[in-house]
Each structure stands twice: as C-alpha cells, then as structure tokens.
C-alpha cells in the first residue's frame, strides 16, 4: 500500500454543518468527543518525546489544540475514501465528495479545499496523513504506521503547526478502516 504526505497552505472558509451533511455517521468516530480526547492524548504524548523520522531526529515539541475545522475536514475525506475505496489525498468528485461539489470545483477536493470549506481560514500551514487497512482497527496503530513512514512522521512532530483534527470512517471493502489527521498552524 502506498502512504502518502502532502504539505500545503490552507484557507478556511465556513464549516456549513459538514457532519450534518455526511449524512449516517454510524461508521465514524463523529461526535464522540472521548475519543477525540483520545486522538488529541495520543499524539501530544508522540509529540512530547523525540521522535527520529527517517534518518532525522526531531526534539520533543509543544502540545498541539484539537480543532473542529481540521477534525470536519479529516472526517469528510475519511469518509469519501471509505465510500468509494480508494485511498488518495485528492477526494472522489463524487457525490460523497462534499467540498468539490459545495465548492463547484472541476476535479476532487484536495487538502486545502477540505480545511478551507469546514472553516480553517488565515493558515500558514497545513498537512495530511492518510492510512487505510483491516488491521489499521486503532488509533495507536495507525500513529505507529504513520510514524514509521519518515513523512508521516515529520508531519506528525512539526513544530509549526499548533492545531489538530483527526478522523476515521469504517467500510465494508478489504480494507476497513480509513484515516485522515490533518494538521495546521494559523
């Protein structure tokens, strides 16, 4: 399987009830604030120990701040992915693809557009960390993916980025559990 990170601006311009419009979150971790605790606990302890990414160390760094806007942008694209089982840093341009078609865009939302349509204006910087697999059942697990992917990882311990939003969606496909965190710094 093919991990892939992207490191992009973002512009936030307006969460419109996007959980609202995701429709059934039975799939999804929507809502469940304890386990947003849990995502946001997990990652500050990574985050609060030196991590080597790659051939790189990088120092222990500050805690990073839940946000909704990142978290409703990491949830839609967790489940457009798990909908239409693919795993991409672009969405769909289906119909499970809210951003693009919110946004009249021509092709797939990307990052940017995500974060920018659920409200994550005036950044300086924003990225991604995608994951899907059967075995990928916990949050724990897909940070231990994610920080053996030397991207991943640096994504993971960036010391200028200060806020965090982190999702995934089930699917009945081969490969089960889909996961987007997205990162970001205003």
Known sequence: MKYISILALLIFTGCNDIVSQIGDDSQSDSGDQDIQVTYLELINSIRETDQVCGDKLYKATHKLVWNDSLYKASLEHSRDMAINSFLSHYGSYSGDD?????????????????????????????????????????????????????????????????????????????YKNYWTVDFGAR
């Open 98 to 174: 809210i951003t693009a078609h919110a946004m009249n865009l021509n092709s797939g939302s990307d990052m940017t557009d995500r974060v920018v349509y659920n409200g994550y204006t005036d950044y300086i910087r924003v990225t991604e960390n995608i994951a899907a697999g059967e075995s990928l059942d916990s949050p724990q697990k897909v940070l231990d993916l994610w920080l053996r992917a030397t991207e991943h990882c640096v994504n993971i311990m960036d010391p200028h980025v200060d806020d965090v939003g982190m999702a995934t969606f089930k699917s009945r496909d081969q």
